[in-house]
C-alpha cells in the first residue's frame, strides 16, 4: 500500500502531517512499526506494503541459535483477537544476519531487531552476533517478556533486577536498546524503571497476556503447549493503561506502544496515552496490509484534526 509523502496535504482534509516521530536517540519518518512475532525475520510483508514508508520493521525475537519453538497447534482465534504459543521459534541471529536481514534491508525499511534468551549468558551471545550489523539496522528491543517459553517461567520482566542484568548484556550489540516489558506484573513501572538505569533509550508496551483456551469437547487445552499469550484488540485496554501508567510515573522514559492496534484511533489513543510510537501486530494476520492502513489512519485522523505533528500527540491525554 503506498502511503504519501510526509508532509503533504491530502486532498480530502485539512492540513500536512509531518508524520516524523523519535523514540529515545533514533529518529522514524513514521510513528507506525510492525510488531515482533508477527511480521516473519524478513521480508514477508513486502507482498502488501511498501516497507521503506513505515517506521520500522521489528522482526521477530531471535535467540543465540536456532531454536523449533513449541509443539503444534500454536495459535487459535479468540473471541476478539487470538491467542499464540509459537515459543520463539527462529533461525538464530547469525544465520537471519546472513540469510534473512539482506532482503528486508532491500526493501528500503528501517529495521529493528530482536532477541530473546532463557538465560543472561543467551541474552549476551544473541547480543554480541549483532555487533556490528548494518546500519539501518537502527536499534534493539530486548524481549523480557514473552509467556510462551516454558509456561512463563522466565519472564524477565516481572523482576527489575533480572531486567537490568539481561539489558547490561544485550548493551554487546552496540545497539539503541528497548526493553519490552510485560503487563502482567503490577511492577511494570519499577520493572520500566530499572530498564532505563540499566541502559534501555525506551521501553516496548507491553506484550502478551498469559492466557488458555480449553476444548470442552476433549476436555484438554487447546494449544500444544498449554496456555500461550492473548493478543489483538481485546487487550487494548491494558495496553493503554500500561502506558499511560508508565508515562505518568516516568515521563523521562519513551515508550513504545503495541496492543491491539487496528486502525487510526487505537494507535492515536496509545499515542495520546503517552507513546512516541506504536506496533501492529495481530491485526497483520487478518489482513497482512494492517501495518500500512494503521499509518494511513493516523495520518488521515491528524490531518481532520488539524494536528500538524504527530509528535504533538505523544502523551496528550495527560493534561
Not at 487459535?76 to 491467542?83: F, K, N, V
Not at 528497548?178 to 532505563?196: E, M
Not at 522514559?253 to 496515552?273: C, H, N, Q, W
Request: glycine letters at 12%; a negative charge; hydrophobic letters at 45%.
Amino acid at each position: 500500500m503506498a502511503l504519501r509523502r510526509r508532509g503533504r496535504r491530502r486532498p480530502d482534509a485539512g492540513v500536512a502531517v509531518d508524520l516524523s516521530t523519535t523514540v529515545g536517540s533514533v529518529a522514524l519518518k513514521a510513528p507506525v512499526m510492525t510488531a515482533s512475532g508477527t511480521a516473519g525475520h524478513g521480508d514477508e510483508l513486502a507482498a502488501y506494503v511498501d516497507l521503506s514508508t513505515i517506521g520500522a520493521v521489528v522482526v521477530k525475537s531471535l535467540g543465540s541459535g536456532p531454536w523449533p519453538g513449541n509443539p503444534a497447534p500454536r495459535v487459535h482465534p479468540t473471541p476478539s483477537g487470538m491467542i499464540n504459543s509459537v515459543g520463539l521459534q527462529g533461525p538464530g541471529v547469525t544465520a537471519w544476519r546472513e540469510r534473512e536481514l539482506p532482503a528486508v534491508l532491500a526493501t528500503g525499511a528501517t529495521v529493528v531487531a530482536s532477541i530473546w534468551g532463557r538465560h543472561v549468558d543467551d541474552f549476551a551471545s544473541a547480543a554480541e552476533q549483532l555487533a556490528g550489523v548494518d546500519e539501518r539496522v537502527v536499534a534493539l528491543e530486548v524481549n523480557l517478556s514473552c509467556p510462551n517459553l516454558d509456561g512463563g517461567a522466565h519472564l524477565f520482566a516481572h523482576d527489575p533486577d533480572a531486567t537490568a542484568a539481561v539489558l547490561r548484556a544485550a548493551a554487546a550489540a552496540g545497539l539503541p536498546m528497548w526493553a519490552k516489558l510485560s503487563a502482567n506484573t503490577d511492577r511494570v513501572v519499577d520493572v520500566a524503571a530499572a530498564a532505563h538505569e540499566a541502559g534501555a533509550e525506551a521501553v516496548t508496551l507491553a506484550n502478551t497476556l498469559m492466557g488458555m483456551v480449553i476444548d470442552v469437547d476433549t476436555r484438554r487445552p487447546v494449544l500444544g503447549a498449554g496456555g500461550g499469550g492473548v493478543s489483538g484488540p481485546a487487550i487494548h485496554p491494558v495496553a493503554v493503561r500500561t502506558v499511560y501508567d508508565v508515562r505518568a510515573a516516568l515521563p523521562e522514559v519513551p515508550i513504545v506502544g503495541v496492543g491491539g492496534v487496528v486502525d487510526g484511533r487505537t494507535a492515536v489513543e496509545l499515542l495520546l496515552a503517552g507513546a512516541s510510537a506504536v506496533q501492529v501486530g495481530t491485526a497483520s494476520f487478518a489482513d497482512p496490509r494492517s501495518v500500512g492502513a494503521v499509518l494511513e489512519g493516523v495520518e488521515t485522523w491528524c490531518s481532520r484534526a488539524g494536528v500538524t505533528r504527530v509528535r504533538d500527540l505523544i502523551g496528550g491525554a495527560h493534561g
